[in-house]
């Protein structure tokens, strides 16, 4: 540990706040990561699914292609999380889940990751949706609300940021959707 002396105090950044630890005029250590998840889906034809992102469903957007309910969004939190963990969820864990029981709701594909955090908390989480349809904007309150409540978050701790990126690739011109997710993790000793 690193010592201090009486006057001189420790301020570490953190998550747009400032944490002091002065304890016995020591530095505590905080352990910190960071889980980088993607995920991506074209969109299809099948009429009987809904778009749903971030757990939101949209209504009358054309639903995206994949076993489960195809949610993109929490597809790419699942992936994210699996980066702290080091236990990949999307993949084995969620055919059997989907293609042997059924379950199609992403929400459970990420209950199913959280279930591995042993001790790390998340703190944060940021999304960055690429997509020409649908808007996400109208809709980013009611997924932020989603996710805090999925992630045991408040909603100035979830981030949604939309873009078509100058429809510079398949999702910008409207062929489907990918989202990038980064989660902030403390553990919670």
């Not at 910190?32 to 209504?59: C, M, N, P, W, Y």
């Not at 889940?97 to 790390?120: H, I, M, N, P």
């Not at 980013?140 to 940021?161: H, Q, R, Y």
Request: hydrophobic fraction near 45%; glycine fraction near 8%.
């Amino acid at each position: 540990m690193l010592k201090l002396n009486d006057e001189t105090m420790a301020q570490i950044v953190f998550n747009n706040l400032i944490f002091i630890f002065i304890f016995s005029n020591e530095i505590i250590p905080m352990r910190i990561k960071t889980g980088l998840g993607q995920d991506s889906h074209r969109f299809t034809q099948d009429a009987s699914k809904s778009l749903i992102l971030g757990g939101v469903i949209f209504e009358n957007g054309q639903p995206l292609l994949g076993n489960s309910d195809a949610d993109v969004v929490l597809h790419a939190l699942a992936n994210a999380i699996s980066g702290v963990t080091g236990v990949n969820i999307l993949g084995a864990v969620s055919d059997k889940l989907c293609l042997e029981q059924g379950v199609t709701d992403s929400r459970v594909y990420v209950q199913e990751a959280l279930k591995f955090l042993r001790g790390w908390k998340i703190c944060h989480v940021s999304f960055s949706i690429e997509a020409k349809l649908p808007k996400i904007t109208p809709k980013i309150a009611e997924m932020k609300s989603s996710i805090a409540n999925l992630l045991n978050l408040t909603l100035d701790d979830v981030g949604i940021t939309a873009t078509t990126g100058e429809e510079l690739t398949d999702f910008g011109r409207g062929e489907g959707i990918q989202v990038f997710c980064i989660i902030t993790a403390i553990f919670d000793e």
